[in-house]
C-alpha cells in the first residue's frame, strides 16, 4: 500500500478492457466483488496458485494461472482480518499476511486454509509487506521505521521488533521489502523517502543503496534472476505520482544498483504489489488512485505480463 496519488490523469478505466486474452494467454484476473481494492500478492507452493488480498475489506483470494477467475479463499472479517496487505508463503506452506493498521499478523495453511496464527503488535502500526529468508518472517511497518522479525518453525511464533531503520526522513514509510543472497540480505524500501535499504542479516547493519541518486518509492517488489522488479511511483511537481515498473540490478555486495528498466503504468491501475510466476509478472490493480478521486469501479484486477527485458 502506498499514499494515493492525487493526479487525476485521465486513462481508460477498468471497464474499457474486454479482452482479457493476449496471444491465447491470460493477461488479467478477475477479483470477485465491489469496493475491493486488493493490495498484496503472492505466488502459492505450487508454482501455479496466487493469492491476493484486499486492503479495504481483509478478503484474500485465490488464483490460477489458468483461470481467468478468482476465488474468495477466506472472506473478509473472517478471524477479525478487516484489512490485509502484503503476503509470503513459507517454506511450510503457510500465508502469511500482513494486518496494515491492525497491527495484526495471519498465518495460514494453505492445504486446508485453516488459521494457524494469529498474532498483534503494539500501536503506532501499519504492518505493510513481508517477506521469508533463514527461518524468519520480516515484516516491514509504514507507521514507524522498523522490520519486525517472526521465528518461523512448528508455529508461527509472535512478531519481535527486530531493527531500527535510520532513515532521516518525516515519514519513512517502509515498504516493499525482498530477500538475497538465500536470506543473508534484506532489501527494504523506504516509500515516503525514496530510499532503498540493504540488511545485513547476520550482523543487524543497515545502510543505505546507492542507487545513483534516483528515488525508488518502491512498494511491492520480487525477485527474478539477477533483477529486482518493483512497484515504483514518480513524485509529479504538481503533487501528483506517475507509476512504473522499475527494475533494478543489485551490485553483488548489494551496496548499490542499477536502474536497468522503468515501464509505465495507468495511473487508474495503479500497481501495488507484485509476483513472479511462470515467465510472468502478476500486477495487483489497486485502483488506489480512484479510491482517491471516486472513477474506481469494480472490476478489481490483477494484470499478468511477460517480465520485461531489462538493460
Do not use: K
Amino acid at each position: 500500500m502506498h499514499p494515493p496519488a492525487t493526479n487525476p490523469a485521465a486513462h481508460a478505466g477498468p471497464a474499457a478492457r474486454t479482452n482479457r486474452y493476449r496471444d491465447g494467454v491470460l493477461n488479467e484476473y478477475l477479483l470477485p466483488g465491489d469496493g475491493v481494492f486488493p493490495e498484496g500478492i503472492t505466488e502459492g507452493p505450487d508454482g501455479v496458485t496466487f493469492y491476493v488480498s484486499s486492503y479495504a475489506q481483509g478478503t484474500i483470494f485465490r488464483g490460477h494461472l489458468d483461470r481467468a477467475e478468482t476465488e474468495v479463499w477466506q472472506p473478509a472479517g473472517a478471524d477479525g482480518r478487516t484489512q490485509a496487505a502484503g503476503m509470503a508463503v513459507d517454506p511450510a506452506g503457510r500465508l502469511l499476511v500482513c494486518g496494515g493498521q491492525t497491527g495484526r499478523l495471519f498465518g495460514y495453511d494453505t492445504g486446508s486454509g485453516a488459521l494457524v496464527a494469529r498474532h498483534r503488535v503494539p500501536d503506532p502500526t501499519l504492518l505493510n509487506d513481508v517477506c521469508v529468508a533463514g527461518g524468519y518472517a520480516y515484516l516491514t511497518d509504514s507507521a514507524r521505521p522498523v522490520l519486525w522479525r517472526v521465528p518461523l518453525g512448528a508455529a508461527v511464533g509472535a512478531p519481535e521488533e527486530w531493527l531500527t531503520v535510520p532513515d532521516p526522513g518525516e515519514l519513512p514509510y517502509l515498504n516493499g521489502i525482498v530477500a538475497l543472497d538465500a536470506g543473508a540480505t534484506l532489501l527494504v524500501a523506504a516509500q515516503g523517502t525514496g530510499r532503498l535499504w540493504r540488511v545485513e542479516v547476520a550482523t543487524g547493519t543497515v545502510e543505505p543503496v546507492d542507487v545513483g541518486g534516483v528515488p525508488v518509492n518502491g512498494d511491492g517488489m520480487v525477485v527474478v534472476g539477477d533483477l529486482v522488479y518493483a512497484c515504483d511511483n514518480i513524485d509529479l511537481p504538481d503533487g501528483g505520482a506517475e507509476y512504473v515498473l522499475t527494475a533494478l540490478r543489485p551490485a553483488p555486495d548489494r551496496r548499490s544498483a542499477a536502474i536497468a528498466g522503468r515501464w509505465p503504468q495507468r495511473l487508474t491501475d495503479t500497481p501495488t504489489t507484485v509476483a513472479h510466476l511462470g515467465d510472468r509478472l502478476l500486477l495487483v490493480h489497486s485502483q488506489f488512485a480512484g479510491q482517491h478521486d471516486g472513477s474506481a469501479a469494480a472490476p478489481f484486477t490483477v494484470g499478468a505480463v511477460p517480465v520485461p527485458p531489462a538493460g
